[in-house]
């Protein structure tokens, strides 16, 4: 070749490296994510269509279950196959109302799964091991729920009368006097802690009870029986007779 020629390439090629647009990373990024949003924006009808199904789904079961129709609640949550909690909820509590405590045990279980820090999903999972007679199981869970939330009164009180059916008033015991620690007003724990105690023959302890318990609730019936029983054990009669 000439030395023209290659003079005249080399400034050829000049001017077409000057014209040419090289590679630039922060455009090629920009297209790139802009090729990522047209994307999602063709997917999106598509996500906004199912998440319509969940809702309408999700209000058909609620309706079915505030008109107690339990059975068709079961049936349509469990033919979805879904995770989500309210919809699991409320199979739950159906399975619950209808007694059958081996399903309800299934979806409170579920719950438990997805929420296990959830104080109300360890009472619930324990409810119905007791209803089986899953003693063991349902201490358990009942202390679990206890141990995420240690003023749950309704977890506490609950194992406190596991442990009276088990005669274990030790137990019982402790747990009633927790209860009434940070609530010297509950009337479930005064009432069940008081027939622990008539049944143990704790007759003086039994009146301070239900005496607590009727300060707290004057016109309740069940404690001025128990009371008057509580009484009449001491051999106290007239003053039993004044409670009954």
Not at 63 to 80: N, T
């Amino acid at each position: 070749a000439h030395p023209e020629d290659l003079r005249a390439l080399k400034t050829k090629l000049s001017h077409a490296s000057q014209d040419q647009t090289r590679f630039d990373p922060k455009l090629f990024a920009h297209k790139l994510e802009k090729a990522y949003e047209q994307m999602w924006q063709r997917k999106m009808p598509i996500l906004d269509v199912e998440l319509k199904v969940d809702d309408n789904l999700s209000a058909k079961v609620n309706h079915l279950f505030e008109d107690k129709q339990y059975d068709e609640v079961l049936s349509l949550v469990a033919d979805s196959q879904s995770t989500d909690l309210k919809l699991l909820n409320l199979a739950s509590h159906a399975a619950y109302h209808l007694k059958r405590w081996s399903i309800a045990e299934q979806y409170y279980y579920k719950l438990k799964q997805l929420q296990p820090l959830s104080e109300s999903n360890w009472f619930n999972l324990a409810q119905v091991f007791r209803f089986q007679n899953k003693i063991e199981l349902a201490e358990n869970a009942y202390q679990k729920a206890l141990d995420i939330h240690p003023k749950f009164t309704r977890a506490r009180i609950a194992l406190a009368n596991l442990y009276v059916v088990q005669k274990n008033h030790i137990e019982a015991k402790k747990h009633f006097e927790q209860t009434l620690a940070q609530d010297h007003h509950n009337i479930q724990a005064l009432n069940d802690y008081g027939c622990m105690l008539l049944d143990q023959q704790d007759y003086s302890k039994a009146q301070k009870i239900f005496e607590q318990l009727l300060q707290s609730a004057p016109h309740n019936a069940n404690g001025y029986f128990n009371l008057g029983l509580a009484l009449m054990k001491q051999g106290v009669k007239n003053i039993a007779e004044t409670a009954y």
